[in-house]
């Protein structure tokens, strides 16, 4: 094997090897049912045809004698048929809800109420074959009887037992026949005792991340805290809040999910490609979709559930965005920008005030190249996500946007308990194409080397030697951005690290010396997911505790199976760049 660093020559045409021969190797039966690879172009679909639709609403609380109280939901995941667009057959899909009639991909969004908790069992209703091609070579959730689909459900930027995070061994299968080695519980406990803001949900099973995510298990979950929240005076209501979730998908002529079933080293991986891209561009469930919106302010929660693909987004007609949260937080004070770069899970809360249009319509359009930061440049299809159609008539809007939002205190570097150092690696076969992906030079399996005491704060430092950008989401934890910092002598460095793997031994700071870049003010906040920036060594201060108040969390954050931390692009994720993160008192 070779480590890929900052050169990669990739291959033109796709090595045909023949799938069933390796897997009948394996012993394992490849289970999917797809047609002939008759993708359809995306120039045969015509934008902006459908309407966006607006998820349904999940309540997580009701009131009793006017005081909220917590409700137990029942939510399912289904097998059955979406329609993407107008045009396109209806799509086989994975998709959530409280009955197979009324599961929708995007699932539903959840609202909960902050100090009030909500109960969740999530039920795996899924057939005994996939809709997808997976890989048993990469590490995998596997049923011993080879019949079932594994799932797990992780609530992204929630803070909550380990027993409830949806670890990937604890994955079920339908009716919980089989189930993963760290499972423990069928009703997950989520506390919502942490800020305010905009969480997601979705499958995190292992080695079917990506692929239970691309048949649809995902959706939006809001914790609203009224009385911090409610004086802001920011759009309220389901006309003008609206949760977006964007991903890329390419399709079949029958309808179909594609993805493509040959691995870009097939006889190591038979099926793994690197990264997932589609064409057409989803948004709620439908592409490139249309919005009707009067001339005032509207919030956007905009969520990137896409595999791999970054999306820069703009308006095409220079409106701006007032950026007013950044994943699951706040900003102390709203940013105006006229471009958001949204990595893979990453949650971009803004408002858009469509009275400053001097046309009646605005296209929000992408620019980011794919695999970011070095790839392809978009297209026409994957240029373009959605339509605005801009009411003429001018109205009174009450809506407002304050100078001031929610401040929550800023780390003390002084009281870190500890310095990291988090090397992220890549691995190529001897046609210089990814095998598989690993943080600090260790598979998923070997023992946690991320030991954290509860209550602290640890500074990490993230080095990427690899040459994409990588979403780094540490679960339970929060973090600021402090610094990204250029590596000078990379050669130098890089033989060292590929002997010793120790960052300190090789003296990073005789390299950690180039150009910084400067954190963007929408972005110095805290966060749960940020951008890698490849050949650099991003400094992050993590706290593993509340930051709106000195509370203990309410659970035992020790309990097994503990937590992880990963490439938030799905399909390194599953291949396998995920890491186990433990806690001690």
């Not at 691309?214 to 759009?235: D, F, K, N, T, V």
């Not at 080293?265 to 919005?291: C, L, R, T």
Request: some cysteine.
């Amino acid at each position: 094997m070779y480590m890929r660093l900052f050169s990669r020559n990739k291959m033109k045409a796709i090595i045909e090897r023949n799938l069933l021969f390796h897997l009948a190797i394996l012993g394992v039966l490849f289970s999917c049912a797809w047609g002939e690879d008759r993708l359809i172009s995306p120039s045969k679909l015509e934008m902006f045809v459908d309407e966006l639709p607006d998820m349904p609403k999940i309540q997580a609380f009701h009131l009793l004698n006017g005081s909220p109280v917590s409700n137990s939901l029942q939510i399912g995941m289904f097998y059955k048929k979406w329609k993407f667009h107008r045009d396109l057959p209806p799509t086989p899909v994975f998709a959530y809800g409280t009955s197979k009639h009324t599961a929708t991909v995007p699932g539903p969004t959840i609202e909960a109420l902050h100090g009030v908790d909500t109960y969740v069992t999530w039920q795996n209703h899924l057939p005994s074959k996939h809709i997808l091609p997976w890989d048993p070579t990469i590490p995998t959730a596997i049923p011993s009887t080879k019949k079932g689909i594994p799932t797990v459900v992780h609530l992204h930027g929630g803070i909550d037992e380990p027993e409830s995070d949806g670890h990937a061994t604890s994955w079920f299968t339908a009716g919980f026949k089989e189930r993963g080695p760290t499972w423990t519980k069928k009703k997950y406990h989520y506390h919502n005792n942490q800020q305010p803001g905009n969480l997601w949900y979705h499958d995190h099973a292992m080695g079917l991340t990506r692929v239970n995510l691309l048949a649809g298990l995902s959706g939006a979950y809001i914790i609203r805290q009224p009385h911090l929240e409610g004086p802001l005076g920011l759009p309220y209501g389901d006309e003008f809040d609206r949760p977006l979730v964007v991903y890329d998908r390419s399709f079949r002529t029958d309808g179909s999910i594609y993805m493509n079933s040959t691995g870009n080293n097939p006889s190591i991986h038979p099926q793994w490609q690197p990264e997932y891209f589609g064409d057409a561009i989803i948004v709620n469930g439908k592409a490139w979709p249309h919005m009707i919106v009067r001339r005032r302010k509207y919030r956007f929660r905009i969520i990137n559930a896409s595999n791999a693909r970054f999306f820069k987004f703009y308006f095409t007609n220079g409106l701006d965005f007032i950026h007013v949260a950044s994943d699951s937080v706040y900003n102390e004070r709203p940013v105006m920008v006229d471009e958001i770069l949204l990595a893979p899970s990453e949650i971009a809360d803004v408002v858009v005030d469509f009275s400053k249009s001097k046309l009646n319509s605005t296209i929000l359009a992408n620019d980011a190249p794919y695999p970011y930061p070095s790839g392809d440049p978009v297209n026409e299809a994957n240029g373009k996500v959605m339509k605005f159609i801009i009411k003429p008539h001018r109205e009174l809007d009450t809506w407002r946007v304050p100078k001031n939002l929610i401040k929550y205190p800023y780390p003390d570097l002084s009281s870190a308990s500890l310095t990291r150092y988090i090397a992220m690696y890549e691995y190529t076969s001897e046609i210089d194409e990814p095998t598989h992906l690993y943080i600090n030079g260790k598979s998923y399996e070997e023992p946690a080397t991320e030991v954290s005491k509860v209550g602290t704060t640890e500074v990490w430092n993230v080095i990427n030697l690899t040459e994409d950008n990588h979403p780094l989401h540490i679960h339970l934890g929060l973090f600021v951005v402090l610094e990204q910092r250029e590596l000078v002598n990379v050669d130098e460095f890089r033989e060292c690290m590929l002997k010793i793997n120790d960052a300190k031994k090789c003296d990073i700071n005789k390299y950690a010396r180039g150009k910084s870049i400067k954190v963007l003010d929408y972005e110095k906040g805290w966060k749960n997911v940020y951008k890698m920036t490849p050949g650099y060594v991003t400094k992050i201060v993590v706290r593993f505790s509340y930051i709106h108040s000195n509370a203990s969390y309410p659970f035992d954050a020790t309990s097994e199976p503990g937590y992880v931390y990963h490439c938030h692009i799905l399909d390194h994720e599953d291949n396998a760049m995920m890491r186990p993160l433990k806690f001690v008192h």
